[in-house]
């Protein structure tokens, strides 16, 4: 298969731990997206990548967040001091071409903060 | 944020029956796409429809786009049990992130 993959599917971790999820887009994509998606509601966009370089970050993403994409093929998304509020779904997706294209979307970590 | 928004919430038919779901969005857009999401699954790709397009067709599907209006609808034909999803619209605005809206929650009853 070589679609999206997301690693881990789940996780579950007490309020004030790190996590760290990955994201390994499809090959050649350029372009790689996190969304994080709250139960009844559309996926939110956190922040996306050119090849290696983050180009924007939602303001959703506060500095306990953060994500790389060191050699412009995987991803890792980080999250400090975990809070509650951060039990969510997160979404990994990528995309070719310089131009918006479809997005092709991992089937997510589910992140709950206990 | 969400850009979009879905009309109706929920929608519940019989096998057979088509579906039609609404979306409305604020800002200027480069294209605008439709995702399905099966229950705690990851969301799949539809279609795409570009901002100077106004209908297009893929099998079953069919979107339509009024810029005028800000304003897009999924026509779902001859529906199944299996089209039971969640559907969302996203918007580009020219920067390649989409921006979902809340989705419509399909129920085909079989």
């Known amino acids: 298969d070589t679609g999206v993959s997301q690693d881990p599917r789940h996780k579950i971790t007490k309020r004030g731990q790190n996590v760290t999820f990955r994201c390994d887009p499809i090959s050649e994509h350029n372009r790689l997206y996190w969304y994080r998606q709250t139960l009844g509601q559309g996926p939110e966009f956190l922040t996306y990548?050119?090849?290696?370089?983050?180009?924007?970050k939602s303001r959703l993403l506060s500095d306990r967040f953060s994500a790389e994409r060191p050699k412009g093929s995987f991803s890792t998304l980080e999250i400090q001091r975990t809070e509650q509020g951060d039990s969510a779904m997160y979404l990994c997706a990528s995309s070719q071409g310089l131009q918006a294209y479809e997005q092709y979307f991992g089937p997510g970590t589910r992140l709950t903060v206990t | 944020s969400q850009q979009g928004e879905e009309d109706p919430q929920a929608l519940s038919i019989q096998e057979g029956e088509n579906a039609t779901m609404n979306c409305s969005y604020k800002?200027?857009?480069?294209?605008l796409q439709w995702y399905r999401q099966n229950s705690g699954r990851g969301l799949v790709h539809l279609i795409l429809i570009r901002s100077n397009e106004r209908e297009k067709h893929s099998g079953r599907l069919r979107v339509t786009l009024d810029t005028s209006k800000k304003s897009s609808s999924l026509l779902i034909t001859a529906s199944r049990a299996a089209d039971t999803a969640s559907y969302f619209c996203a918007t580009d605005a020219f920067s390649g992130k989409l921006t979902f809206g809340k989705g419509t929650l399909l129920t085909v009853n079989p």
């Open positions: 990548f050119q090849n290696e370089a983050q180009l924007e």
């Open positions: 800002t200027s857009i480069n294209n």
